[in-house]
């Protein structure tokens, strides 16, 4: 269909020319290249460390006053300056312009068991009567975090795909504990499913994404949609999931201090989503841990080398492979954890987003 040609026409040129090359109409201009240099020396927990990403990572510390996460409350936590606060900082530095990436959004609520939940809804504006669908699950620990903070990178997913995304504002501890965010995740694929015409979704065609706690819970709703009999996402992209309740994988001992993620702070993130530590056995916290993988959709997994969850997501990916799933991976050199919504910015970012497009195009039949 032609307007299938234009939407791949335009995942190419935005490969090609960057996210920062659409002006504000909409028009693909070639501006000269940014050269973006951190201030200081390479860090000890990231000798391989992109300028980029040091950049951002720099940034983040200045609005932090380097006070870590984890001496925080959950309450404070969420208050503090984001990642995204030290990207939209260095954007501002080097003057790049937010991408105009021709996508619509809009909110609502919808039940979940005890209550209701927020979804925002991002509608490409080059549509048709209906298109696939991806259910976006955002990190943070299942503590923190909003789809306010990982915007950037359902934008994306909407606009490289031409899918509408629905981006899940689940529940988190500690007022809400395991696995309320796990039911809450599934409880919304089922409601996207069920509620599809209402998205202009082809409820034939969703898939499910989501980064570190959120790739946990995009993994997760694929088993528990198989184990419940309800039709299966057509692709799972997991981004740095969270897949196993051991720090002491080769990652996490390489990366044990590493920035923005690191072990205490994943250790503060366990204790204030899990009930004990009883909890991180569960299938749906031990991804590896499962014994039975089989029959689920194509995965794409994309790890950041600098990030204890390295390790674990990797591991994660030779099983599902191992059980007959269709899987590509890849471990980005020189960039950590929550890198891959950076796409102005960070390069790495841009070739993460092309290649999970790419690959959920694929399974979505574009």
Same mark, same amino acid.
């Given at each position: 269909? @032609?307007?299938?040609?234009?939407?791949?026409?335009?995942? =190419?040129?935005?490969?090609?020319?960057?996210?920062?090359?659409?002006?504000?109409?909409?028009?693909?201009?070639?501006?000269?290249?940014?050269?973006?240099?951190?201030?200081?020396?390479k %860090?000890?927990?990231?000798?391989?460390?992109?300028?980029?990403?040091?950049?951002?990572?720099?940034?983040?510390d200045?609005?932090?006053?380097?006070?870590?996460?984890?001496?925080?409350?959950?309450?404070q936590?969420?208050?503090?300056?984001?990642?995204?606060?030290?990207?939209?900082?260095?954007?501002?530095?080097?003057?790049?312009?937010?991408?105009?990436?021709?996508?619509?959004?809009?909110?609502?609520? $919808?039940?979940?068991a005890?209550?209701?939940?927020?979804?925002?809804?991002?509608?490409?504006?080059?549509?048709?009567?209906?298109?696939?669908?991806?259910?976006?699950? !955002?990190?943070?620990?299942?503590? *923190?975090?909003?789809?306010?903070?990982?915007?950037?990178?359902? &934008?994306?997913?909407?606009?490289k795909?031409?899918?509408?995304?629905? @981006?899940? #504002?689940?529940?988190?501890?500690?007022?809400?504990?395991?696995?309320?965010? !796990?039911?809450?995740?599934? /409880?919304?694929? &089922?409601?996207?499913?069920?509620?599809?015409?209402?998205l202009? *979704?082809?409820a034939?065609?969703?898939?499910?994404a989501? #980064?570190?706690?959120?790739?946990? =819970?995009?993994?997760?709703?694929?088993?528990?949609?198989?184990?419940?009999?309800?039709?299966?996402?057509? !692709?799972? =992209? +997991?981004?740095?999931? $969270?897949?196993?309740?051991?720090?002491?994988?080769?990652?996490?001992?390489?990366?044990?201090?590493?920035?923005?993620?690191?072990?205490?702070?994943?250790?503060?993130?366990?204790?204030?989503?899990?009930?004990?530590?009883?909890?991180?056995?569960?299938?749906?916290?031990?991804?590896?841990?499962?014994?039975?993988?089989?029959?689920?959709? %194509?995965?794409?997994? *994309?790890?950041?080398e600098?990030? %204890?969850?390295?390790?674990?997501?990797?591991?994660?990916?030779?099983?599902?492979?191992?059980?007959?799933?269709?899987?590509?991976?890849?471990?980005?050199?020189?960039?950590t !954890?929550?890198?891959?919504?950076?796409?102005p910015?960070?390069?790495? /970012?841009?070739?993460?987003?092309?290649?999970?497009?790419?690959?959920?195009?694929?399974? +979505?039949? =574009?």
């Amino acid at each position: 269909m @032609a307007w299938r040609r234009v939407l791949s026409g335009l995942l =190419l040129v935005g490969a090609l020319v960057g996210t920062n090359a659409c002006t504000d109409d909409g028009i693909f201009n070639f501006p000269t290249p940014v050269v973006i240099q951190p201030q200081g020396p390479k %860090p000890e927990w990231g000798p391989s460390i992109k300028p980029e990403m040091q950049a951002v990572i720099e940034k983040l510390d200045s609005l932090t006053k380097g006070v870590p996460l984890y001496t925080l409350t959950p309450q404070q936590a969420r208050k503090a300056p984001s990642f995204k606060d030290a990207l939209l900082a260095v954007m501002s530095k080097y003057n790049i312009a937010l991408p105009n990436q021709n996508v619509d959004t809009t909110g609502r609520a $919808i039940p979940v068991a005890n209550g209701t939940i927020r979804i925002r809804v991002y509608t490409p504006r080059l549509t048709s009567p209906t298109m696939p669908g991806i259910v976006y699950y !955002h990190g943070g620990g299942w503590v *923190i975090a909003t789809n306010d903070t990982y915007d950037f990178s359902a &934008r994306a997913l909407a606009a490289k795909t031409g899918s509408v995304v629905v @981006a899940v #504002e689940y529940r988190k501890g500690p007022e809400f504990r395991f696995p309320t965010a !796990h039911n809450d995740a599934f /409880a919304a694929y &089922r409601w996207v499913r069920d509620n599809a015409s209402l998205l202009k *979704i082809d409820a034939n065609r969703i898939a499910v994404a989501g #980064e570190s706690a959120g790739g946990n =819970l995009a993994a997760t709703v694929c088993l528990m949609a198989r184990d419940a009999g309800v039709p299966l996402p057509k !692709h799972q =992209l +997991l981004v740095y999931p $969270i897949a196993r309740y051991d720090m002491n994988t080769p990652s996490y001992q390489q990366f044990a201090n590493a920035k923005p993620l690191n072990k205490p702070s994943m250790q503060w993130f366990f204790s204030y989503y899990l009930n004990s530590p009883a909890d991180g056995a569960s299938p749906l916290i031990s991804l590896v841990n499962n014994q039975n993988l089989q029959g689920l959709p %194509p995965a794409t997994v *994309i790890n950041a080398e600098i990030d %204890p969850l390295q390790s674990e997501g990797q591991q994660y990916a030779a099983q599902l492979k191992a059980a007959g799933v269709s899987v590509t991976s890849k471990v980005y050199v020189g960039v950590t !954890h929550e890198f891959f919504g950076m796409a102005p910015v960070v390069p790495e /970012a841009k070739d993460a987003q092309t290649l999970a497009a790419t690959e959920l195009i694929k399974s +979505l039949n =574009l």
